[in-house]
């Protein structure tokens, strides 16, 4: 998997995410920080070549990147965070992001039985 490529280079979290996006030939989504989890520093999503939808987390020590796919995720979950990730850096500040990118895991977190963030 493209994820474990990247592991052990010198890249911080969004340009692992975007190298692993390039590896497969997919388009990066969205890269938030997620404020006050208790379990993420970071979560990103990458939609591959087949318009499935992979996700990267950085744990909240930021010693661990993990990434896998996930299914049937209603579009009304990612269309949020994926519209704030084309705003200008100027207009990402002044828009609130994390009531979705909260809903986004928590919903990923019920679905997985908090599979999420277990090793």
């Not at 990247?6 to 979290?13: D, M, S, Y």
């Not at 388009?27 to 990458?46: E, N, S, V």
Request: aromatic letters at 6%.
């Amino acid at each position: 998997m493209a994820a474990n490529s990247v592991q052990g280079l010198p890249l911080g979290f969004a340009g692992k995410a975007n190298e692993i996006a390039r590896q497969i030939s997919g388009r990066m989504l969205f890269d938030i920080r997620l404020d006050d989890d208790p379990h993420y520093q970071r979560i990103a999503g990458i939609r591959y070549t087949n318009s499935e939808i992979g996700v990267l987390t950085l744990s909240l020590d930021g010693l661990s990147v993990r990434a896998f796919p996930i299914s049937r995720i209603s579009a009304s979950l990612i269309q949020p965070l994926e519209r704030w990730a084309s705003l200008p850096l100027r207009e990402q500040v002044q828009t609130d992001i994390q009531g979705a990118a909260r809903l986004f895991v928590a919903v990923l977190e019920y679905r997985d039985d908090g599979a999420l963030h277990s090793d």
